[in-house]
Nanobody, 129 residues
Framework: VQLQASGGGLVQAGDSLRLSCAASERTFSANAMAWFRQAPGKEREFVAA??????????YYSDSVKGRFTISRDNVENTVYLQMNNLKSEDTAVYYCAAVVRVRPIVSSLWSTSTYDYWGQGTLVTVSS
């Protein structure tokens, strides 16, 4: 399975962008999918995740993006989105999507990069102030 992230670009502070993460296989079934980001010189950090459990969906966000970013999924297209509103210069980073397939992760593990089995190649978001 390959994950293809897209939608990045150069925007101004206050603008919006929507990132997409498409799976290469339509039968791909993940237990959780997430977005992480990595700014120059910094470690990769958690942004948002969706976790499926017995028909229920949980959405989780880092404090820095809560209220501005929304993670969602199109089940038909097997694509996960990250809607980013009111972008700030500190949101500038390469954004990566990731998926957990082999296990059903506990919520507290969603913030860790080691939880995820598959990663997309990253898409660059640059926010000018």
């Amino acid at each position: 399975v390959q994950l293809q992230a897209s939608g990045g670009g150069l925007v101004q502070a206050g603008d919006s962008l929507r990132l997409s993460c498409a799976a290469s296989e339509r039968t791909f079934s993940a237990n959780a999918m997430a977005w992480f980001r990595q700014a120059p010189g910094k470690e990769r950090e958690f942004v948002a995740a969706m976790r499926w459990n017995s028909g229920n969906v949980g959405r989780y966000y880092s404090d820095s993006v809560k209220g501005r970013f929304t993670i969602s999924r199109d089940n038909v297209e097997n694509t996960v989105y990250l809607q980013m509103n009111n972008l700030k210069s500190e949101d500038t980073a390469v954004y990566y999507c990731a998926a957990v397939v082999r296990v059903r992760p506990i919520v507290s593990s969603l913030w860790s990069t080691s939880t995820y089995d598959y990663w997309g190649q990253g898409t660059l978001v640059t926010v000018s102030s």
